[in-house]
């Protein structure tokens, strides 16, 4: 009897070392709760494919757009625990709870987190021909005249409108949100001055600055992008304590085993380190970002209490 305890304590104990061992066995699949076309989705897919070379297994990109990423999200929540089927985490991950009355999963206990994969600034513009030469001209022409100026950014509850949202309550800016449905919706309502200026992700708007349609007033990252190197801050700007950074990452279903979160990890950082991985990356001002799985995890329930504050202060109710 004790032989066969023995036995059975020591297969126990060789699971991990044979999940990973044999992982991947077969194709991963990486799903994006969001359309092509994206900077998450060109991310995920230009990672996926060094990835594939790697692991010596495709990795096929699904993209799965919904509301606040539910779709996508729930998928991956329920999917088999063994790394084969993975899920790219956005700043989405830590609004949802807050946005939604329920969820179909806990998008923090119902993962195991393998690393971020990069992080963004967004950026503040306006049209090339306003009268903002910088942001603290704005501001001032903003609570020179109240209600009278109007600033943008894509769909309630984004990302991007709750940045605007916490810039205007830490300016105490007396400006009208107001909310397109489409990226190019909004860049050209700024553009032609129907809005005085946006909320944008900087990679979507610097053809436009580069172009002479859009002019940058901020970046809303702790240090200025190094594709923008004469646009300031927000910090620099008036708000020393603003600090936004937009984010993706890379997850698993809770339970994965912890050795295949490492070998996931381990190459994650190998890829993101590839001078041509970095030479796509960084001139649309996405910066590669690894971090151990304890540092996501982390980070996600930081910048969840963080939106939570300004969720309740900017009164927008749950769906």
């Known amino acids: 009897m004790k032989r066969i305890l023995l036995a059975a ?14 992982f991947p066995n077969r194709p991963l699949r990486w799903v994006v709760g969001f359309g092509a076309g994206g900077v998450g989705d060109m991310t995920a897919r230009l990672v996926g ?16 757009p919904s ?20 899920l790219l985490v956005t700043a989405t991950a830590a609004t949802a709870p807050h946005l939604f009355r329920q969820l179909p999963y806990h998008p923090i206990d119902d993962f195991e987190f393998v690393s971020q994969i990069a992080s963004f600034p967004q950026i503040i513009v306006t049209s ?8 603290q001209d704005l501001m001032n022409a903003a609570r020179a005249q109240p209600g009278k100026i109007n600033l943008g950014s894509v769909s309630v509850g984004t990302a991007l409108h709750l940045s605007l949202a916490l810039f205007q309550s ?10 397109y449905r489409t990226t190019g919706e909004l860049l050209n309502a700024t553009a ?54 937009t984010w993706n990452a890379m997850a698993a279903p809770r339970g994965t ?63």
């Open 257 to 319: 085993p912890r050795p295949v979160i490492d070998r996931l990890n381990a190459e994650v950082r190998r890829v993101l380190a590839m001078p041509e991985v970095r030479d796509r990356l960084l001139p649309l001002a996405v910066e590669p970002n690894p971090t151990t799985p304890e540092a996501m995890r982390q980070m996600l329930v930081d910048e969840t209490a963080l939106w939570g504050r300004v969720i309740r202060a900017a009164n927008i109710e749950r769906q």
């Open 128 to 135: 090339a021909t306003s009268p903002y030469r910088t942001l």
């Open 67 to 86: 509301a606040g990423g539910i779709v996508a999200t729930e998928t991956v929540a329920r999917a088999a625990p063994d790394g084969h089927t993975l």
């Open 9 to 22: 304590l020591m297969a126990c104990a060789s699971l991990p070392a044979l999940a990973q061992e044999n």
């Open 170 to 179: 830490m300016g105490q800016l007396p400006v009208e949100v107001v909310t």
């Open 192 to 245: 032609t001055g129907d809005i005085g200026g946006a909320m944008e992700v900087a990679a979507t708007t610097l053809g436009q600055i580069s172009g002479g349609r859009l002019r940058a007033l901020a970046v809303t990252s702790p240090r200025r992008a190094s594709v923008l190197p004469d646009v300031p801050t927000v910090a620099e700007s008036g708000l020393p304590d603003y600090n936004v950074v």
């Open 49 to 64: 494919q060094k990835l594939s070379e790697a692991l010596g297994q495709p990795v096929v990109i699904e993209n799965r």
